[in-house]
């Protein structure tokens, strides 16, 4: 690919579905926030904080950033950094997962988190041109009692800021359908619900999430494909993926590369399958490069690129008007790219 087909995706106008604001948080941060808070750091150049070749460094990692953040201010922080950091990237709107199961072991009450992340949106929407909505995730292997626990107290938050629930970290050794009772509480509270499946763990976790749960989207569902009655299914109901390659490839290690991801394959059948970043901090590698990682991979066109732009407006769960409003801005911005780049206008 060209410098100027490159730069071209960047500048592409984008949103995102799945990004975690702990793993979204640049490594400078962490060390400060480390320093002042009197976690002791593993390395000595901040640079180095987020060099992991496994899952166990990466998970290992993702616990000092987790003792790191202590405050509402540092969440505050991260969060509107990495919200700055989204807009050099072209993202137009987020939604945006924080996971307070990691520091509540650590004594932080999701009230403080909440109370940073929350500000932190209002003040980014304010201020950098971002649309911002948050999901709560509740973290799989710490139980059905800490997911219920969850549910409840994002029912309990304003719906505009907190629009949704759901649920990470591993799939193996984890019973989903222990999980019912959460998620019946969520819906119940009108909260969205999606949930991380079928990344590291089999289809039937997706099928668990959209049959039983209700989930209205899936993180991931890399082995979707697996199951083609449930493939099948996922197209009729335009139940949406939010799938990151290049994650798949660096930290689940399910796939050796982007090429080899079955995303392609996904939206040739039909799948509203998005494109995001996951832990764009953590992987150096923001949704941007992952745009150009993807044309690459599959020798997608411009057009079809853009197309995927406008599948993450439908993904996303904004409301109707804002949906709207948001493929006049992406339309018009296409246009105006396109012919900064001299390139024709979209067919
Ligand atoms: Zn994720």
Not at 3 to 22: D, M, S, W
Not at 172 to 195: Q, S
Request: aromatic share 8%; proline share 5%.
């Amino acid at each position: 690919m060209t410098v100027a087909a490159a730069e071209h995706l960047r500048r592409l106008p984008k949103v995102e579905l799945h990004c975690h604001i702990e793993g979204a948080s640049r490594a400078s941060t962490i060390a400060d926030l480390a320093r002042r808070n009197g976690v002791e750091f593993p390395v000595d150049d901040p640079a180095d904080l987020y060099k992991f070749t496994s899952l166990n460094q990466f998970l290992d990692i993702y616990d000092v950033i987790c003792a790191s953040l202590q405050s509402a201010d540092d969440f505050h922080r991260i969060t509107y950094e990495c919200l700055e950091d989204a807009v050099s990237a072209g993202v137009r709107y987020r939604e945006m997962f924080f996971s307070p199961g990691f520091v509540i072991r650590l004594g932080v009450p999701v009230s403080t988190v909440w109370e940073g992340v929350s500000a932190a949106v209002v003040d980014a929407r304010a201020d950098l041109d971002v649309g911002c909505r948050m999901i709560l995730d509740f973290d799989k292997p710490s139980g059905p009692g800490h997911a219920l626990e969850m549910a409840e107290f994002a029912a309990a938050q304003d719906r505009d800021l907190l629009i949704g629930m759901g649920a990470d970290s591993v799939e193996r050794g984890i019973d989903h359908r222990a999980f019912a009772e959460a998620y019946a509480a969520a819906g119940r509270a009108g909260l969205k619900r999606t949930m991380h499946a079928g990344e590291d763990g089999p289809a039937e976790n997706i099928a668990i999430g959209v049959r039983e749960f209700g989930c209205d989207r899936i993180d991931h569902g890399f082995r979707l494909l697996d199951d083609p009655a449930l493939t099948d299914e996922i197209i009729d109901r335009q139940i949406p993926l939010t799938v990151c390659p290049t994650s798949n490839v660096m930290i689940a290690n399910v796939v050796p590369d982007v090429a080899s991801h079955p995303i392609a394959r996904q939206r040739e059948l039909g799948v509203l399958a998005t494109v995001n970043s996951d832990d764009p901090g953590m992987m150096r590698f923001d949704v941007a490069d992952e745009y150009v990682a993807v044309a690459e991979a599959f020798d997608y066109t411009l057009e079809e690129m853009e197309a995927i732009a406008l599948d993450g407006i439908e993904a996303s769960w904004a409301p109707d008007d804002e949906k709207a409003a948001l493929r006049r801005r992406f339309e018009s911005e296409f246009a105006d790219l396109r012919s900064e780049y001299g390139l024709p206008a979209r067919a």
